[in-house]
């Protein structure tokens, strides 16, 4: 109808049935069902209304028949569906639309009931208009709104009109829209109104679209608030070199309170005619843009200084033999050490028929040399059998625990006595800084014995534990982060990094979402405004006043602490007894980036739920909301014997609150308001005298990085891994950035050998220049593990490429809890076209190093820099392409003219075979303007790298594969690192020429034949094609204000009404209002949601009908 120009031959007729003096109600009835069915499901129908002329006839047809309500109801439904076209809707009310329907619904009266119906749903869609809003609101129908809400409330005790309750509070919700409409509300007690009709409403699940309705109306009006924080700038600032300024100031808490313009601009539009284009217009279309290739942004002799970093080049290896000699007598020795054989690649087959759900219990049987106490940092990959079982005994295993908990306390026993000593000192929270930081110690604890004893204690347990977890020392650890500069001076070490952590034996599924989750939290918080008795609101936690961080905890409270590397934690209020707001610390030098959280928390009560609200996220939406965890580390449970971050807390969920901040906008000199979110959760602690730690992600700090490199370069074989560690530069904040290059020693001194050496292309891998994406770190991990090992498949890797690695490009993010950016304030992954040598010094030198090794022709074959993505599951890929780029954005593209290689789709290809995180279809190779100065759009056009690529992690689990449904822990990040790294032997194979030597060694390793045979399918598919960071989340949980619901879903609302009032008009005539019970209840929600049974009187087409065509393949089968 509405394309073969259905609803302007309606609107013709009802032009003309209008005309005459006395219409036929038997075709004009009919007519204005019709018109109704059809008007909705026309956008244009609003434009079409006012093209005919239309509303006048409309509004004074309603005028004519207001004495009879079965035609009133019909024409209130055209009315509803004009009026959902926001300028017919205001052309409306200003013709006096909105008196009129207010006659028709006040005052409150069962008579009618249809009539009534229609006529709140007529002025709800009037009061989308912001115009009309305020004039209603001028002219005290708000208050009228509310009133007759109460009324309804009070009189439907049997819940038979639940939609005329929504109705009103539909009303309410749009009127609301506007800052007047919320002052308004406010002033007429709104919030007490609504918030205790809800709760009468609580127990009963048929209310729940009035609960839901209602809530959002008190979570928009709540009264807004500036942050409880003295500026909302970082509690952390550091002088920048020069003159250069961090970004301009956010007012925050000084400014006045909300003047205009509150949550959006208040000017009606027509969002009719705005097309969903949008996403799209940040594509790069201008094809000489994307061909170009950009001058040298330094002078070319620049380039020279970073031969220094190409060692290997150069290097002619006259000491191999000499250093073969000298170690020929260590030979065995080395030979037989667990030189860290990879956990992750034992053989071909277990990559094709991985553990589901199960980690390989044991990846190498081989257990420790006992002939090796003279070697430093032992160095096991092989893991302890662990017998727990996560589905069954997960139960039985907390209980057991608890029962050991107890004992561990108090019960005597010899054999335990250090572990019975250190229960003491745990009530302590400060005793193992008091050890591990010597110098501290005195200052904390002046008693010698008492620091003897303490430290005896921890050098027990250090003695018993050491070599418990591969990859890790806790000396080294403590070792390395006493160099680390950070700007608050830290000098404490927080327990996980330096203890180290295990990942446990199984994954852990996402968290379910409890049904209206969001909905009882952000009522929890209402009920602060209702009764504000009940709210403590006592700092107990306060980086800007160091005055709370020495003074005791108030009894019965938690105890905060966040000054240590990677921390992040400003403010801690006190809200209930077990209720706390937590403040995060804007980055360095800025006033946002508020997401990474990592704190310590102690003096808990056990088995008590504490609810936790991190109240300044940025995020417009997070995983949170489906299904992802936070992280908890308990140093009880790491004492036991279980040192590991888990994924903890319930009750989880992430929803706009009602703070607000003003701060500049950037670039422009407008003021941006910006919107504060809240993630909640809540936490029940394992133990009673326990330290715990809580993190937005498995925490990883430089000094874990340090450390861990320490341990990589002593333990790998210096026979075979050629490792070099070197700076690349210092940062700004003073502490080393380190570059590292592996590959595999030349065979021999002979000429081929070193030939093949030099002539290895390079892969040049980064990662961590967003600090908050600590699962990148894993992931590097994984990669570095890798490629020092043992394993076979490392060897021939290391004899294919030569690897440039940086590991962490911004070491001073990391260390001092920032979320995105570097101590300037930069967001460092924007800064590749034009990098600072002074403010982005690791970008700057990366970036020169890269333009280096292009010069001398030795541009690396694949650039990769790891993230982790906060709103996607998966891991994947982002890469370049012109093609893909143009054809998305709807160019013609002349394939004669653009010609190019898709080679860049090979890695993604193999690794969505090999790795089981990974998956092809997130991944996306569109350049986008906004991405004009990351990492891999610059590598790829100014180093013309055709494989340059961003390798997201989520932060949350995969929607497909193996690890569906499974929050990804450090392992699952780990293997996917060392995954990439068989991705990149099998690119090789696939991609360059290679000798018949290493065909055949690589066939042996792996069961290629299939993927070597199978060589890239060289087509350009366009499968899912998604956007870049982080792009609006798909899956739509209703947290946000102004989200109105335009689909389907008002569609059948409103067919269900007419048909409802239709087969009534039938059947009995006119006896409105009297169907009683259940029936009527039931029967009046059925129009609330879309239901998924077919309408009675459908008739469903067989299976194997041959109307579908597509279902053809059933015919054979018997159905
Ligand atoms: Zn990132």
């Known amino acids: 109808m509405v ?44 434009l079409k209304v006012q093209k005919a002329e239309a509303t006048d006839i409309i509004l004074s047809l309603t005028r004519r028949h207001l004495g009879h309500h079965l035609h009133l109801t019909h024409c209130l439904w055209v009315l509803r569906v004009c009026a959902s076209n926001v300028t017919t809707g205001t052309m409306l009310g200003i013709n006096g639309a909105m008196e009129l ?35 209603a609101v001028n002219r005290g129908y708000l208050g009228e709104l509310l009133r007759l809400y109460q009324d309804w409330h009070r009189n ?108 959006e601009d208040e000017k009606d539009w027509d969002n009719e005619d705005v097309e969903s284009k949008e996403e799209d217009c940040d594509l790069e279309t201008d094809v000489n843009k ?106 039985n295993r907390d209980i057991a625990e608890k029962a050991q908990d107890k004992e561990f306390c108090e019960e005597k026993d010899p054999a335990r006595s250090h572990v019975f000593a250190l229960c003491s000192l745990l009530k302590d929270s400060a005793w193992y800084k008091k050890v591990f930081y010597p110098h501290c110690e005195a200052s904390i604890d002046p008693s010698p014995e008492g620091r003897l004893e303490s430290s005896d204690l921890v050098r027990n347990l250090l003695e018993k534990h050491r070599g418990d977890i591969p990859f890790h020392s806790p000396c080294f650890y403590a070792a390395r982060a006493q160099c680390v500069k950070s700007i608050p001076g830290y000098r404490e070490l927080a327990f996980p990094d330096f203890w180290g952590h295990q990942p446990p034996p199984y994954s852990k599924p996402v968290l379910e979402r409890k049904h209206g989750l969001q909905r009882d939290k952000v009522l929890d918080d209402v009920r602060r405004l209702i009764q504000p008795g009940d709210v403590i609101g006592r700092t107990v936690f306060d980086l800007d006043d160091p005055s709370s961080l020495s003074s005791p905890a108030a009894p019965g409270c938690l105890t905060f602490f966040s000054k240590f590397e990677s921390g992040n934690l400003r403010k801690a209020i006190q809200v209930r007894e077990f ?117 937005y992600h498995y925490p990883y700090t430089y000094s874990t990085m340090m450390s861990h490199l320490d341990i990589l370069e002593q333990n790998r074989n210096p026979r075979k891994v050629y490792w070099r560690q070197q700076t690349l530069c210092q ?146 890929l ?88 499974l929050q990804l822990g450090t392992q699952e990040l780990e293997e996917m690192g060392s995954k990439f790294c068989l991705g990149l032997l099998i690119l090789h194979l696939k ?16 069961d290629l034949e299939e993927e070597i045979t199978d060589r890239a399918q060289r087509r350009c598919s366009n499968s899912s094609l998604e956007s870049d960071d982080e792009p609006p989340c798909a899956e739509e949980i209703d947290y946000d204000t102004a989200s109105s619901s335009d689909g389907e879903e008002e569609f059948l609302e409103l067919d269900q009404e007419i048909q409802e009032c239709l087969s009534c008009v039938e059947g009995e005539t006119e006896d409105e209002g009297v169907t009683t019970g259940q029936t009527c209840s039931s029967r009046a929600l059925r129009g609330l949601y879309i239901s998924s049974q077919p309408a009675p009187n459908s008739t469903a087409l067989p299976l194997g009908s041959p109307a579908l065509g597509l279902c053809r393949g059933f015919e054979s089968s018997p159905v």
């Open 3 to 46: 394309s073969k120009g259905g609803s302007e031959a309606l609107l013709q007729a009802l032009a003309t049935a209008a005309q005459t003096e006395l219409p036929d109600h038997g075709t004009l009835l009919p007519l204005l069902r019709l018109l109704a069915r059809v008007g909705q499901r026309d956008r244009k129908f609003g």
């Open 290 to 395: 994307l061909r170009s290739r950009p001058v040298l942004d330094r002078p070319e002799q620049e380039l020279e200084k970073y031969e220094a970093l190409c060692a290997e080049l150069f290097q002619n290896f006259q000491e191999l033999e000499f250093e073969s000699e000298e170690k020929k007598s260590l030979e065995d020795r080395t030979e037989s050490l667990p030189s860290a054989p990879s956990h992750f690649i034992p053989s071909a087959t277990s990559v094709k028929h991985p553990n589901c759900r199960w980690r390989n219990q044991s990846v190498t049987e081989m257990g420790p040399d006992p002939g090796e106490q003279d070697f430093k940092v032992p160095l096991q990959s092989w893991r302890k059998k662990e017998e727990c079982i996560w589905d069954k005994n997960d139960e």
């Open 731 to 876: 940062t700004l904040g003073g502490n080393p950035c380190p570059l590292l290059t592996i590959t595999a020693m030349p065979e021999s001194k002979n000429r081929d050998d070193l030939e093949q050496f030099c002539s290895r292309p390079y892969v040049f891998l980064t990662a961590r220049v967003h600090p908050g994406e600590s699962n990148a770190s894993w992931v590097m991990k994984g990669t570095l593990e890798f490629l020092v090992s043992s394993d076979p498949i490392a060897e021939l890797l290391r004899k294919c490429f030569i690897f440039k690695i940086v590991p962490m490009l911004n070491p001073d993010g990391v260390i001092n809890g920032n979320l995105r950016c570097s101590l300037s304030g930069d967001d460092l992954n924007r800064q590749w076209l034009a990098p600072s040598s002074q403010l982005h010094p690791t970008i700057y030198h990366a970036k020169g190093l890269l333009y280096y090794l292009s010069s001398i022709g030795r541009a690396p074959l694949v650039f990769c820099d790891y993230h982790g993505h906060s709103q996607k599951k998966n891991v994947f």
């Open 579 to 695: 209720e706390y707001d937590l403040i995060m610390n804007a980055d360095v030098n800025s006033s946002q980036h508020h997401q990474w959280f990592y704190f310590e928390v102690c003096d808990m009560k056990p088995a008590v739920p504490y609810r936790f609200n991190i109240i300044n996220c940025e995020k417009l939406n997070s995983q949170f909301n489906y299904g992802m965890q936070l992280v908890m580390y308990s140093v009880r449970e790491a004492l036991q014997g279980r040192p590991r971050w888990t994924r903890a807390g319930q009750e989880i969920c992430y929803y706009k609150n009602h703070y607000r901040c003003r701060s500049a906008a950037a670039g422009g000199g407008g003021v941006r308001r910006r919107f504060y979110y809240t993630l909640t959760f809540s936490i029940k602690f394992p133990h009673k005298d326990d330290v715990c730690y809580l993190a």
């Open 991 to 1006: 991609s360059l020429p290679c000798s018949k030597e290493l065909m055949a060694q690589a066939a042996l390793l792996l």
């Open 878 to 965: 982002y890469g370049c392409s012109i093609k893909e780029t143009l054809w998305q954005a709807g160019c013609m593209v002349d394939t004669a003219v653009v010609t190019e290689d898709v080679g860049y789709r090979t890695l993604p290809k193999i690794l969505d075979k090999v790795a089981p995180a990974f998956v092809m279809n997130s991944c996306s190779f569109l350049v986008e303007k906004s991405r004009a100065s990351t990492a891999r759009v610059v590598v790829w056009k100014e180093m013309g790298v055709l494989r340059s690529y961003t390798m997201e992690s989520t932060y949350c689990s995969c929607s497909h594969g193996l690890y569906r449904g």
């Open 101 to 135: 329907l207010f006659k028709v619904i006040t005052p409150y009266s069962k008579r009618h009931v249809r009539m009534v119906r229609a006529a709140i749903g007529a002025l709800a869609a009037l009061l989308k208009s912001k115009s009309n809003s305020r004039r």
């Open 156 to 263: 439907d005790v049997s819940n038979n009109y639940i939609y005329i309750r929504r109705g009103l509070l539909l009303c309410l919700k749009y009127i609301t829209n506007i800052q007047l409409g919320r002052e308004t509300f406010l002033g007429s007690r709104g919030m007490e109104i609504l918030f205790t009709s809800v709760q009468d409403c609580l127990s009963c699940k048929n209310l729940d679209p009035i609960i839901t309705t209602a809530t959002h109306i008190l979570r928009k009006c709540y009264p807004k608030e500036h942050l409880p924080v003295v500026t909302v700038r970082s509690s952390y600032s550091f002088p920048l070199p020069g003159n250069a300024s961090a970004e301009p100031p956010c007012e925050g808490s000084e400014g006045d309170s909300e003047s205009e313009g509150e949550e």
